[in-house]
């Protein structure tokens, strides 16, 4: 089976690495503790010595090789890496299970790399335990930040139109010279303009380089991204033999970020002083900073922390899933038809398609739904049990690591009729039972994944790529080199992508002024 498994030759290095210390010191330091109950524990595949199930969670294609051990062995298993287990779900039933029955167990991811680093620290939403600093950012992003009509939103609207135009013009002049345009390209600058605008009231500076220095810095922690996984996992036992695994490359790109956003709140804070108090998410954390009655004291770290993991969580993500959402469009010549005559009808042909258009455009909301499913650009859930529990007749034992396959669950054949299809007729609800339906395959449909700890920027999302695959689709029509886009996957660091980018060629449709 391991041999079948495709390993990445950076991987292969930190796998050998890790083997050859793990020999070293395995039977030195690491003491087997038999719980009593290990014999309860879902049932685990056949591993390798010492190293347990390591190599899958280094394969090329994770989420693939976790798929493929589930079809094997069962939709709920236990794999370990060395002495640490892993309980993994692929299957939409075991994963409905939990988010209905233990979600409050499951809603903390357990310790984070380094607790001092803003990329995946402690001082960050995504590895903050389900304490008093989460429920209160938690608080802050549903009531200001990111609920649709919330200050922040209402106030960026205009931000977002700006860039939308943007891209449209920006996709205009390369179909006047019949350019082709590498689509992920594109659409990343729209969502990093937007984000960076929403974020902090303004665009990076291109003059003295800052664009260049964040861009830079996001792509080094989207590299990161194994490291950080296997430094949380292993942190425990590596304390305890003093070994800071990739300490330096974490803390080094952490500590750049920092002196960047220094400036930048620096400059914030003044600019907060000698003019009147705006909207972005800065000022709404920054209020919060200096408010002192707030329910919890955030601190600068904090600040900054959210902002990396912001632009982190919130640009590669959607770029991905309009790029996988495209290139189905392109695949699917029906599905382009169908949604091109909604905008049309909806929107018509004389002015641009804004977001405040998508809660009448039915269709391209399911065009969406569907990408997302069949192309989630976070295959993969990661949680921590909180406490002991059963679920499905097996014990689980505290602080044991969760990993839900998300791609496998919304390609489960017991759930999805054609799971395989690009169908995005599947989620038009029509009937009242098939509205009953929908609600129970809520459950189920996993790309933000789930309960309390599901994405906050889920509704953000949805406008982000909603609006993107709007303007692509009423604004041109859209030629491609061969048949169709080639649809296979590789991890671009953190998120899913595609192993040959959508690169396509415009051709302008409708007569939309540009500005
Ligand atoms: C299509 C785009 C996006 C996808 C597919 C996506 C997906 C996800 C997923 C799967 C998670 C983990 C949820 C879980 O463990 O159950 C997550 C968490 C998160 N996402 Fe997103 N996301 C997207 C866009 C965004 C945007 C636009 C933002 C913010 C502007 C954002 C901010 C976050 C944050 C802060 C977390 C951590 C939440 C926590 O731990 O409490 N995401 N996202």
Redesign the pocket.
């Known amino acids: 089976m391991a041999a079948m498994i495709i390993v990445d030759y950076q991987n292969c290095f930190i796998y050998l690495l890790l083997c050859l210390f793990s020999l070293l010191c395995y039977s030195l330091y690491f003491k087997k503790l038999k719980d009593p109950r290990d014999s309860d524990l879902p049932p685990s595949p056949p591993s390798l010595p010492i190293i347990g199930h390591l190599h899958l969670l280094l394969s090329t294609l994770t989420h693939k090789s976790l798929q493929k051990i589930s079809s094997k062995y069962g939709p709920f298993l236990h794999i370990r890496i060395f002495n640490a287990p892993i309980t993994l779900v692929s299957s939409a039933s075991v994963a409905y299970e939990i988010f209905k029955t233990h979600d409050v167990n499951v809603s903390s991811?357990g310790p984070a790399a380094f607790d001092e680093s803003l990329v995946f620290g402690s001082f960050g939403?995504?590895s903050?335990p389900y304490e008093e600093y989460?429920k209160f950012m938690?608080k802050l992003m549903a009531t200001k930040l990111?609920r649709p009509q919330s200050q922040s939103l209402e106030w960026s609207r205009g931000i977002r139109a700006e860039e939308l135009q943007r891209f449209y013009n920006s996709l205009l002049n390369k179909a006047r010279t019949s350019e082709s345009v590498e689509i992920s390209k594109e659409v990343k600058n729209l969502m990093n303009n937007i984000?960076c605008r929403m974020i902090m009231g303004r665009s990076f500076s291109e003059e003295n380089g800052e664009t260049e220095k964040v861009r830079g810095l996001v792509d080094e922690s989207y590299g990161l991204t194994k490291k950080l996984f296997l430094a949380a996992i292993l942190r425990r036992p590596l304390e305890k033999l003093r070994i800071p695994l990739f300490k330096k490359d974490i803390m080094s790109v952490s500590n750049r970020f920092n002196e960047l956003l220094e400036k930048i709140l620096v400059e914030h804070k003044e600019k907060l002083c000698e003019e009147h108090q705006g909207m972005d998410m800065m000022d709404v954390l920054l209020a919060a900073y200096g408010d002192e009655n707030a329910e919890y004291k955030i601190t600068m770290n904090q600040i900054k922390a959210f902002f990396v993991?912001?632009f982190i969580?919130?640009s590669d993500?959607?770029t991905q899933?309009t790029q996988w959402t495209m290139a189905e469009i392109i695949n699917n010549p029906n599905v382009l038809e169908k949604l091109r005559e909604e905008i049309d009808s909806v929107v018509g042909k004389s002015r641009l398609i804004q977001e405040t258009d998508i809660p009448n455009l039915t269709y391209l909301q399911a065009v969406v739904k569907e990408g997302?499913r069949l192309h989630?650009?976070?295959p993969l859930?990661?949680?921590s049990f909180q406490e002991s529990c059963e679920i499905e007749g097996f014990y689980i034992p505290e602080k044991m690591t969760l990993i839900i396959n998300?791609y496998a669950v919304m390609r489960d054949a017991d759930l999805w009729e054609d799971p395989l299809v690009f169908k995005p007729e599947r989620f038009l609800a029509s009937s009242r039972s098939e509205k009953k339906e929908e609600k129970e395959r809520a459950l189920k449909y996993?790309?933000?994944?789930?309960?309390r700890?599901?994405?906050?920027?889920?509704n953000?999302?949805s406008i982000?790529?909603g609006t993107a695959i709007g303007v692509m689709v009423q604004c041109f029509d859209w030629k491609i080199k061969g048949d169709k886009a080639n649809m296979e996957e590789t991890y671009g660091g953190m998120n899913l992508t595609m192993v040959h980018p959508l690169k396509c060629t415009p051709v302008p449709r409708t007569q939309i002024p540009s500005s």
């Open positions: 991811r939403i995504v903050a989460w938690q990111l984000l993991e912001f969580g919130g993500t959607s899933a997302l989630p650009p976070v859930l990661v949680r998300s996993l790309p933000f994944g789930g309960g700890r599901g994405c906050p920027g889920v953000l999302a982000f790529v």
